[in-house]
């Protein structure tokens, strides 16, 4: 299986920041990489397909980057809405595989 | 807009069979992949298998003995068993669709139900 490692954990940020979050695959998987939110209590929603491809709905300032092991999201100015946990996912090879996730929370 | 609604035991001893249902409702259950995945404290999100409408399936190795997922289309309706449960089964179960680019490998998840919680105890 391919191993998703996501840094960090959890992050603490104020209103208005900059965030990001890294994914690291065990092997190369291309632009195969997508990324989610979960708000507590919810499933979690894609927001980012392809590791760039900004899903329909989502607000700009989420974006995506990378390609082949190593890969990041980033929110610009962060909103009190996006507290949230962050995951990412390949979609490479069965079985599809995520990240342990990334707790963002408002300062 | 089409909306997926598991449904089945929240809770189920140990030993015995899972058995959820995920109803899709807004579109047609054909052309498209339909998966499980599950939710645990302990092991995160777990990609458990996929059916497509023609009845072709794919699991994750680590659940494959244990694992069937099946569909019925004039229900619009897929469904999964997961047999001889085991306190390690305790989760959260989505039931989601796959989402590719058209004409590409590339895929995604999307949408998701909303969850239905799974305890396995005596």
């Known amino acids: 299986d391919i191993q998703m490692t996501q840094s960090p954990t959890s992050l603490s940020a104020s209103l208005g920041d900059s965030v990001t979050i890294t994914c690291r695959a065990s092997?190369?998987?291309?632009?195969?990489l997508n990324w989610y939110q979960q708000k507590p209590g919810k499933a979690p929603k894609v927001l980012i397909y392809?590791?760039?491809g900004l899903q329909t709905g989502v607000p700009s300032r989420f974006s995506g980057s990378g390609s082949g092991t190593d890969f990041t999201l980033t929110i610009n100015s962060l909103q009190p809405e996006d507290l949230a946990t962050y995951f990412c996912?390949?979609?490479?090879?069965?079985?599809?595989?995520f990240g342990q996730g990334t707790k963002v929370e408002i300062k | 807009q089409v909306q997926l609604q598991e449904s089945g035991p929240g809770l189920v001893k140990p030993s015995e069979t899972l058995s959820l249902t995920c109803t899709v409702s807004?579109?047609?259950?054909?052309?498209?992949?339909w998966n499980w995945i599950r939710q645990s404290p302990g092991k995160g999100l777990e990609w458990i298998g996929y059916?497509?409408?023609?009845?072709?399936?794919n699991y994750n190795p680590s659940l494959q003995s244990r694992v069937t997922i099946s569909v019925d289309t004039s229900k619009n309706q897929f469904s999964l068993q997961l047999r001889s449960m085991t306190a390690a089964d305790t989760a959260v179960y989505f039931c989601?669709?796959?989402?590719?680019?058209?004409?590409?490998?590339?895929?995604?998840?999307?949408?998701w139900g909303q969850g239905t919680p799974v305890i396995v105890s005596s």
């Open positions: 807004g579109g047609s259950i054909r052309s498209y992949y």
């Open positions: 996912q390949q979609s490479y090879t069965y079985p599809w595989t």
């Open positions: 059916i497509h409408y023609s009845g072709s399936t």
């Open positions: 392809a590791a760039s």
């Open positions: 989601a669709r796959t989402e590719t680019v058209p004409g590409h490998h590339l895929s995604w998840i999307d949408p």
């Open positions: 092997q190369r998987i291309s632009t195969y």
